[in-house]
């Protein structure tokens, strides 16, 4: 079975642009979660999607944006790129649904986003 | 709200000891899960081992095991016989039914010491 897999795995942005990142889950998972990783605030979370509705949103300006799709991939947009976005965007995908916690997140291996 | 606290930033251990790491945490949720995760140099977070509140067995995964600790809200993890592939930043989490998202602790980085 495949892992979560995300990509590019790095890009190189300059501020004031934006920027898309992909996120495959696991076959049969229907939850995808975003997490924003960097050394100063650490893994926080930014948004969940589940059948394509966002269920639950972390604590992010407007500029960051997702969406999934029929398939479960999801996609992550920042605009107006600054250089405190540099981070690892990780994803994490999950199988349970509904009203049911995630017990279980199998994560990707990261978008490294430098803004320069 | 959901907090996770890790203390040591950084550990160290000899290759085939015992080493444990510390985490705290608080909620006011009576359904929650507690995790471990580790993160090598690949960046890719892996899964250590689960808790699931309303058991009071500690969790084992071969050499990964947790002292779970309900009533202080400590949740610490014990790598046994330790390995050099055993290195890496390891994440503390929580999850909780109302908040579908997973909370992390800042991380211990982990050294093994050949």
């Known amino acids: 079975k495949a892992g979560v897999t995300q990509t590019p795995r790095y890009l190189i942005k300059t501020r004031g642009q934006q920027v898309t990142l992909s996120c495959s889950p696991i076959s049969g998972h229907r939850s995808v979660s975003w997490y924003q990783q960097t050394p100063g605030q650490g893994l926080q979370f930014l948004f969940e999607y589940f059948s394509e509705t966002q269920r639950n949103k972390g604590n992010f300006p407007g500029r960051f944006s997702g969406r999934q799709f029929s398939n479960s991939r999801s996609e992550m947009n920042v605009s107006t790129l600054e250089l405190g976005d540099s981070a690892l965007y990780l994803c994490?995908?999950?199988?349970?649904?509904?009203?049911?916690?995630?017990?279980?997140?199998?994560f990707g291996q990261g978008t490294r986003l430098t803004v320069v | 709200a959901q907090t996770v606290t890790q203390s040591q930033p950084e550990m160290s251990v000899q290759e085939a000891e015992t080493v444990t790491l510390s985490c705290t945490y608080d909620t006011s949720e009576s359904d929650y899960y507690l995790f471990w995760y580790k993160q090598p140099p690949s960046r890719q977070m892996i899964l250590v081992i689960r808790?699931?509140?309303?058991?009071?067995q500690n969790a084992t995964e071969n050499r990964f095991s947790v002292n779970f600790q309900k009533a202080a809200k400590s949740f610490s993890l014990k790598i046994s016989d330790s390995q050099l592939g055993d290195a890496a930043m390891y994440f503390c989490a929580s999850i909780s039914g109302s908040a579908r998202q997973l909370t992390f602790g800042s991380g211990t980085q982990l050294t093994v010491l050949p």
């Open positions: 808790q699931e509140a309303y058991k009071q």
């Open positions: 994490a995908s999950s199988p349970s649904g509904g009203r049911t916690m995630n017990t279980e997140a199998f």
